[in-house]
């Protein structure tokens, strides 16, 4: 069945890039039916939408965190990318990959998620 | 942007109790894109209702959900032991996702 891998630095120091990667398995990113997005966790906090891409490439980005975020799609080797840009310790958080449904059933909600990669920002 | 508060943020019961949490949106939220979830320690959120009111796959029928416009409902009719945890609500509307700030619902 279809996975969701996160991979990346687990410490970033501040006003650097956060870059991570998720990896799909299982199936092909290049599903018109669905997006595949972002969400991160601070420590004992809330969820956080971050952005989504579709595999042509289209995103959508939380307004909050437009500025400094970058989602890209490489469907050669069924992957898509998150890049935070001068990060600072607010940016501590687990970061997750999940795929959301936009023809079908479960319609614009996250059914499969990454188990999640905690990245710390510290100097 | 559509913000979603749920309350209680901490629900104290006990196993066979029914528990009934809400999620409000500041503005009206379509039905079929309003979900819940479910996250315990250490582990990636779960899906468990979607379109407001459908079961995702494999969730078990004591989880219901409910409402419409600004105003949905969780309910787990009786709570078993692998139920207490944190739950979230999320809305897709005009391109953008939102969470609520949980609901933690304890023994």
């Known amino acids: 069945q279809l996975q969701l891998q996160e991979s990346g630095p687990g410490l970033v120091k501040p006003s650097e890039t956060l870059s991570l990667t998720c990896t799909v398995s299982?199936?092909?990113?290049?599903?018109?039916?669905?997006?595949w997005g972002w969400i991160r966790q601070p420590p004992g906090k809330g969820l956080e939408w971050i952005g989504s891409?579709?595999?042509?490439?289209?995103?959508y980005y939380n307004p909050s965190l437009k500025s400094r975020v970058t989602i890209s799609v490489d469907t050669s080797k069924n992957q898509f990318s998150l890049k935070l840009s001068s990060v600072t310790a607010a940016d501590t958080a687990v970061y997750y990959c999940?795929?959301?449904?936009?023809?079908?059933?479960?319609?614009?909600?996250?059914?499969?998620w990454g188990q999640g990669t905690m990245v710390t920002v510290s100097s | 942007e559509i913000v979603l508060t749920q309350s209680p943020g901490t629900l104290s019961l006990s196993p066979g109790e029914r528990a009934t949490l809400s999620c409000r949106a500041s503005q009206s939220v379509s039905s079929s894109y309003l979900a819940w979830y479910q996250q315990k320690p250490g582990q990636a959120p779960r899906l468990l209702i979607y379109?407001?009111?459908s079961r995702a796959t494999g969730i078990p029928d004591r989880f219901s959900g409910s409402g419409s416009g600004t105003d949905f409902t969780l309910t787990i009719s009786r709570l078993e032991p692998e139920d207490f945890a944190v739950y979230y609500c999320q809305q897709y509307g005009s391109s953008l996702i939102t969470f609520g700030g949980g609901t933690k619902v304890e023994i």
């Open positions: 999940a795929r959301i449904s936009r023809y079908f059933d479960p319609l614009w909600a996250f059914d499969i």
């Open positions: 299982g199936g092909s990113i290049s599903s018109s039916s669905y997006y």
């Open positions: 891409i579709y595999y042509s490439g289209s995103t």
């Open positions: 379109g407001a009111s």
